[in-house]
């Protein structure tokens, strides 16, 4: 099936050679950061996690919302989500290869990843979520792939795919419960210990994924003779308006359990993020812009009228995803350094070289997720009818 990525229009390749070139920009800066070492990013000693780690978080959470539409179609039988599962799994599998990759840029020397696997530590969080994370990846392009084909030779899977598509259920659950584990985990980060942080992660994981599958799934529609359901793009609409009110619910849990009980590694924090503190405001605008698109994503996604219209709809799943980017892939890591342990505060902002390798990764990323895709959508397009449906649906539209 890898030959069906080889064809295309113009537009196609263009958007290929265009990540070719992000990716290779990105690659140039990784070259130079193994050489000069990790002193070219804007992290420091107070501030050890920076965009890497926040992107790896991010992009976890986008794998782990797989589950919101393989859950429906496999365990429940919702026929609606039969034709945009597998844009869902191949969404995953390009998510954790993004999120592997930012762990290694993050390592400095990449070959410290080997010490995972020639000293395993089962007591370290780190060990068991790259066992997960590695997991994940296998189960989704196994189960994906061999449904892709199934479907390209109109047989049923076959039957030893059943179990791992159930076994993927929980551990869509898994990986991002063990990556939260890995904040939840530093007693001396007085921001990070809350019981609730894998709630957290999850809630924002199922409104970030699917408000990005709906984006994908419109893409899909206007560029190919493949129509995702409008049944579905609004029974995924409605996944993310309630994961999203509960995603806020949860911020504002951390906002009254510090301020009400005056816990000041945990006010501080807060304060830093959203209104500065000793003079330092480097993330204030940021976090700011995060809540003013959380609150105009919950107005449209709440509203029947705004939801149910595709093109407030787009409006509402990008602010629900670059809303969670900002909050989760930025503010979540930076704001659990500050203050310091001797209550310094350091900031820290992104230097051109990190800001590039970290695009280039989602390039990388988005690269592969446009080969999956063509795959996807060239095997779609040849079931019976599908050309006249598509027709119709953007006549629809």
């Not at 000069?36 to 780690?53: E, Q």
């Not at 589950?67 to 429940?76: A, D, F, Q, R």
């Not at 510090?258 to 993020?273: D, K």
Request: charged share 15%; aromatic share 12%; with cysteine.
């Amino acid at each position: 099936m890898l030959k069906r990525a080889l064809g295309g229009s113009q537009r196609y390749w263009s958007w290929m050679f265009f990540l070719l070139a992000l990716v290779g920009t990105g690659l140039a800066c990784y070259i130079r950061q193994l050489d000069r070492g990790l002193a070219i990013t804007g992290m420091s000693r107070d501030v050890s996690w920076g965009l890497y780690i926040g992107q790896f978080t991010f992009l976890v959470g986008v794998a782990a919302s797989a589950v919101m539409v393989v859950l429906p179609y496999y365990v429940h039988h919702v026929k609606e989500f039969g034709g945009i599962t597998i844009f869902g799994e191949f969404l995953a599998v390009a998510a954790v290869l993004m999120s592997l990759l930012f762990v290694i840029v993050d390592l400095g020397k990449p070959m410290r990843l080997l010490n995972l696997l020639l000293y395993p530590t089962p007591g370290s969080i780190m060990f068991w979520d790259m066992i997960v994370l590695t997991g994940y990846l296998l189960l989704n392009i196994v189960i994906g792939w061999n449904v892709l084909e199934s479907e390209r030779e109109a047989v049923p899977p076959p039957k030893w795919v059943k179990p791992l598509i159930y076994l993927s259920v929980p551990w869509a659950v898994s990986i991002h419960t063990v990556t939260a584990f890995l904040y939840a985990g530093l007693p001396g980060r007085p921001y990070w210990l809350t019981a609730i942080m894998a709630a957290r992660f999850l809630a924002s994981a199922f409104a970030a994924g699917p408000a990005l599958l709906i984006l994908l799934g419109l893409i899909i529609r206007r560029s190919s003779n493949f129509a995702p359901g409008g049944d579905v793009i609004q029974k995924l609409a409605r996944i993310v308006a309630y994961a999203m009110i509960i995603s806020v619910f949860f911020v504002g849990l951390e906002f009254f359990t510090a301020f009400y009980s005056q816990v000041p590694g945990h006010m501080q924090s807060l304060e830093y993020l959203f209104a500065g503190l000793d003079g330092h405001r480097n993330l204030v605008p940021f976090m700011w812009i995060s809540a003013v698109l959380a609150v105009t994503a919950l107005v449209l996604l709440i509203n029947p009228a705004t939801r149910e219209n595709e093109r407030t709809l787009q409006i509402a799943c990008a602010a629900v995803f670059i809303s969670l980017w900002l909050e989760k892939g930025l503010g979540l890591v930076v704001g659990g350094f500050i203050p310091s342990a001797v209550e310094r505060v350091t900031d820290y902002a992104p230097t051109v070289p990190e800001l590039l390798i970290a695009l280039g990764i989602w390039a990388a990323g988005g690269l592969l997720l446009t080969i999956l895709y063509k795959i996807a959508v060239s095997v779609k397009e040849e079931e019976p009818g599908m050309v006249e449906l598509a027709q119709k649906r953007r006549e629809v539209v």
